[in-house]
């Protein structure tokens, strides 16, 4: 952990006692009490080389790839890739025993499902893919059974307002 000392500046634990903790600064190994020394964390830094931007701006930055990558979206930007024409529409599922209730679902909260589906078929993917403990063979056997997947879910690339957002 990066701590501040008041007067020796910036440092690194590197063990930690019952009440004292060493600590690696610029001039060399000291050993302080934490509790008495006014040492504090360290101010969150990011050290990127060839790039100098504001730390918020960094974390914003990459918190958003990393989302777009793993096709996690906001509600509202998933409802905008429903088509136009099942905007304020319904789906409705009758039984086949009359008696028994029809269900009615809001065409945008079973697309939203639909598209959250898709988007845990993508992060399974991933996580397939980047297994360490996984053969070449187990990942191409669990790839098969996600490609039956997206080949199942065609159905609903009805619904999709733009083509690359359909299943493949």
Not at 15 to 27: K, M, S, V
Not at 38 to 59: D, K, N, R, T
Not at 132 to 140: I, P, R
Request: with cysteine; glycine share 8%.
């Amino acid at each position: 952990m990066r701590v501040r000392h008041p007067q020796l500046g910036f440092g690194t634990v590197k063990r930690i006692l019952e009440h004292t903790a060493d600590i690696q600064f610029d001039e060399g190994l000291r050993t302080v009490a934490p509790e008495t020394s006014g040492l504090e964390p360290a101010e969150p830094q990011a050290a990127v080389s060839g790039l100098e931007v504001p730390l918020a701006q960094f974390i914003d930055h990459a918190v958003r790839a990393a989302v777009k990558e793993l096709g996690l979206e906001k509600p509202d930007s998933i409802i905008e890739k429903l088509g136009v024409r099942w905007h304020n529409g319904r789906l409705v599922m009758h039984p086949a025993d009359s008696a028994l209730q029809a269900k009615e679902v809001p065409m945008e909260t079973f697309f939203h499902k639909i598209v959250m589906m898709r988007n845990n078929l993508r992060v399974l993917e991933q996580k397939i893919n980047g297994h360490a403990q996984l053969t070449d063979g187990e990942k191409v056997e669990l790839q098969q059974y996600i490609s039956r997947c997206y080949g199942s879910m065609t159905t609903f690339n009805i619904l999709f307002k733009d083509k690359e957002d359909q299943f493949g």
